[in-house]
């Protein structure tokens, strides 16, 4: 492009600046789907609008946002995480074992959060070493990680969560749950990584070509560990949550959690070939299936047309992003 | 009217994208059984242009004539059914298919409609091949196939679906030179036989021996249809360039310290016993033909592979590289061959690319110090003259030549002491090669060590302060001085076959 003329630079500079919001324009579109499907629903059921909904729609998406943020890292990395829903089962277990058993709540945490860190960079070192593929690594831990929650328990649940460490996750500083702050710091810190941090820069080095990133000198292998681990991590964080919600920690908790975290990231504009994708659109793309979800319950729609409602937005927004790609 | 001999008239052909003009009035004629040369640098509207003929873009404006009868060419299947085939850079076969399943692939021979007809495949592909090569078995599986034999098939396919124009965008570029003779070859039969033949190619030496006339594309404009034989080769790349392409004297070379020596380096059969230094200040040239291993030597001294044996010293220190990271801690850097593969993260930004070996050093707990980052890439950016100088802007949409100098920068700021270029140039235009050329002096001249792999024997012996010829995995041999450079002594060297040592 020797030849590049005046106006030609000056289009693909205006193509790069980010619109008045500060998002990238990716990013606006899953925001205009996100105000269109508010729309619709606002115009549905008046009740839809309602400040309470809309923490409602908020708390009830913050278990995927938090499990899709970490999926956004792998996926970014090339990679993708089937096993979130069994880690977080085997933390969730764990830990509600040794709080039922009296430890103090921080060492419940801890051990869950470890539990799923641990989870994580296993599958980051079977994909990082093992030379075996993301899927298929994490479809075996899938299994191996559910076969331990149900054999630790006996496929039982465990109950006795202690009230203490229930009310500090159901507690609701700044007017807004518990859970949705923890997705805000979450989205923040992750957001950080990926835009302020060299590992950022490796992740999506390393998932948009591997072997340049190599030559390059990027570390691919403890890049791509970082990457599980830090997904395994966020998924014993929902499992916390939701072991508080229910004061029960259940094995065969997180059944399927994989799948509505890979659609919130392809809706939010994560390529699952790597090296594309954003906190930002993945955190929208968690709020849409969410308000999806809300909005027909509150219309009284069946379960079964949820789900099939639930497809066609994923499908629309993959069509959608096909059609207007090339714009950055 | 002549108008209506020509095999393939364009005229007036124009395209814009977005509001920005990619050609303008572009004229092409071609008679039947004619060669006839495309060329102009990268960005000077070839690519789009064999697009529109492929039926894949529709232009604005302009006439396509077919045999003198207008033609709307509005998708792939149209294009090939009106007779003119594409023979792409990249192959376009599948592997695991054979020759005539290949051949036949979108258009199959079939039985009552529904069946494959094997039989009748194959013997049709044989007939067809049998002019071009009765040696090649058309029950092959392609991946069998060297890429001239895939270059067959692809030509096969063409004149199976009739085609009376066949373009050939760079088809020597994955090829060993010596079977660009068998290629001609097989150009001058199809030509024989009334075919148009539009060859695009940055070569020189292969336009000037298969064409007879040229069109020349300069930013997306007409500039002349020439014939070769009354046009000396640099007029034609004036005509190119726009601009006089200055041939420089050799430079004043000052050698400094031994900066990295390998000694009896072996890596299976692909590098055998090899053994080279290069000093700072000087510009090691490594020649030979493809194949030769010199891209594997090149790959073990950047640590980016392991060797079975031998040794790496480093200021004359022994040391083993555990992975190119760690290559690039002590100094040492490629610019790989295979600008795409294994240089560019495509969709990320020039900064983020040409800042990747960087980060380590500006990381400040786990957090990137940008404003750093940015001003020092942005620096060697304007050294390494960029254009456009756009840091933000996705690396893919830089031409080849940007693209190189975006790696280049990613190595200046990153502060390397011993620079690696496999094939520095391989599909960079006129223009921006001379600049590539005038850096890497310019890098060797501030005393960092550099080596340049290239199969171009021109750019070897222009760039180079000495050369090694390596065949066969090893070096074959050595040309200490400029005095001894010549085409025909680095070629003597490349083919020479000498007993083997052990």
């Known amino acids: 492009m020797n030849t590049m003329t005046i106006p030609q630079t000056a289009a693909i500079a205006s193509a790069q600046r980010a619109n008045p919001l500060g998002l990238s324009w990716r990013d606006m579109g899953t925001l205009i789907g996100l105000v269109l499907i508010f729309a619709v629903f606002a115009v549905l059921s008046p009740a839809f609008l309602s400040s309470r909904n809309l923490v409602n729609i908020l708390q009830q998406s913050s278990i995927n946002a938090c499990i899709a943020v ?21 933390s969730a277990v764990i830990s509600a074992t040794l709080l039922a058993s009296g430890a103090p709540a921080w ?43 149900l054999i630790y328990t006996g496929g039982n649940p465990v109950f006795s969560i202690p009230t203490e460490f229930r ?56 890049t791509k560990i970082a990457a599980y681990a830090i997904s395994g991590g966020l998924a014993s964080l929902a499992a ?50 969410g308000a999806m979800r809300n909005g027909l319950t509150l219309l009284n729609v069946q379960a079964f047309y949820q789900l099939l409602a639930t497809g066609v937005v994923i499908l629309l927004a993959m069509l959608v992003d096909r059609l207007t790609r090339g714009r950055g | 009217m002549t108008a209506s001999s020509y095999a393939l008239e364009l005229r007036d052909i124009s395209k814009q994208f977005l509001g920005v003009k990619a050609l303008s009035s572009v004229a092409l004629r071609i008679n039947p059984g004619e060669i006839h040369a495309l060329v102009g640098e990268n960005g000077a509207g070839k690519s789009t242009l064999l697009k529109i003929m492929a039926g894949s873009l529709q232009p604005d404006k302009g006439d396509m004539l077919i045999g003198g009868r207008k033609v709307k060419l509005t998708s792939p299947k149209a294009a ?107 150009m001058r039969k199809l030509a024989a036989r009334g075919v148009a033949i539009i060859y695009v190619s940055h070569k020189f030496d292969e336009i000037y021996a298969a064409c007879g006339r040229a069109t020349v594309l300069r930013d997306g404009t007409f500039v002349k249809e020439v014939t070769l034989a009354d046009t ?158 756009a840091l933000d802007r996705p690396i893919r949409l830089f031409s080849g030549g940007n693209q190189q100098k975006a790696i280049v920068c990613r190595w200046l700021s990153a502060g390397m002491d011993l620079l690696i270029f496999d094939e520095p140039t391989r599909g960079i235009d006129i223009g921006a090669k001379q600049e590539i050329y005038q850096l890497i002096e310019a890098l060797a001249q501030e005393g960092r060590a550099i080596v340049v792999v290239s199969s171009e024997l021109v750019e070897v012996i222009r760039l180079s302060d000495r050369i090694l010829v390596m065949q066969g995995g090893r070096v074959a041999g050595e040309l200490a001085h400029p005095d001894q450079f010549s085409e025909e002594a680095i070629m003597t060297l490349a083919v020479s076959r000498e007993t083997p040592a052990n």
Not at chain 2, 97 to 110: K, S
Request: hydrophobic residues 50%; aromatic residues 4%; positive net charge.
């Open chain 1, 167 to 222: 009310e500090w996750f159901a507690a609701s500083p700044l007017m807004l749950p518990m859970p949705v702050i923890i997705v805000c710091v979450v989205g923040l810190l992750a957001w950080t990584l990926l835009r302020k941090t060299p590992l950022g820069e490796y992740i999506y080095a390393v998932g948009g070509n591997e072997e340049a990133a190599r030559l390059a000198g990027v570390p691919i292998e403890r």
């Open chain 1, 70 to 90: 970490g999926m956004t890292l792998v996926i970014i990395s090339g990679g993708i995480d089937l096993s979130v829903g069994p880690v977080a089962a085997l």
């Open chain 2, 80 to 186: 090939r059914t009106a007779g003119i085939a594409m023979i792409h850079q990249e192959l376009q076969l599948v592997p695991e298919l054979d020759v005539a399943q290949n051949m036949f692939l979108g258009a199959p021979r079939t039985r009552f409609g529904l069946l494959l007809d094997h039989a009748a495949m194959r013997a049709r592909a044989r007939e067809v091949l049998n002019d071009l090569d009765p040696t090649l078995d058309v029950r092959l599986p392609v991946k069998t196939l060297s890429v001239a034999q895939r270059q067959l098939v692809e030509i096969g396919r063409a004149l199976l679906a009739d085609a009376s124009v066949i373009a050939m965008d760079e088809p020597t570029s994955s090829l060993a030179p010596a079977e660009f003779r068998k290629l001609l070859a097989l």
């Open chain 2, 232 to 389: 000396p080769a640099p007029e034609l790349v004036n005509l190119m360039v726009g601009r006089q392409v200055v041939a420089t004297k050799h430079r004043a070379v000052h050698l400094g310290e031994v900066m990295l020596e390998a000694r009896g380096l072996s890596w299976g059969n692909r590098v055998r016993d090899a053994s080279m230094h290069v000093r700072r200040g000087e510009i090691l040239g490594i020649a030979g033909l493809v194949g030769a291993g010199r891209t594997e030597l090149v790959k073990l001294l950047a640590g980016a592979e392991k060797p079975d044996a031998g040794e790496i010293l480093l200021r004359g220190t022994p040391l083993h590289f555990r992975g190119p990271a760690d290559a690039i801690r002590h100094g040492v850097a490629l610019v790989p061959e295979e600008r795409k593969r294994e240089g560019i993260v495509p969709m990320r930004s020039v900064l983020s690319n040409a800042g990747l070996p960087t980060l380590r050093k500006l990381n400040r707990f786990g957090w990137l110090k940008r404003d750093v980052l940015r001003s020092r890439i942005s620096a060697d950016a304007a050294r390494v003259n960029l254009r456009p100088l």
């Open chain 1, 107 to 149: 060492a419940g945490v801890a051990a869950g959060l470890g539990i799923g860190i641990a989870c994580g960079a296993l599958n980051g070192v079977l994909v990082a070493y093992g030379g075996l593929q993301p899927f298929i690594v994490t479809l075996g831990t899938l299994s191996i990680f559910r076969a331990l929650a």
């Open chain 1, 240 to 289: 916390l949550v939701v072991v508080a919600r229910l004061g029960a920690a259940e094995p065969i908790l997180g059944n399927l959690w994989e799948l509505e975290a890979i659609a919130a990231a392809a809706i939010g504009g994560a390529s699952l070939l790597g090296g594309k994708g954003g906190i930002v659109g993945t955190l929208l793309g968690a709020i849409i299936l």
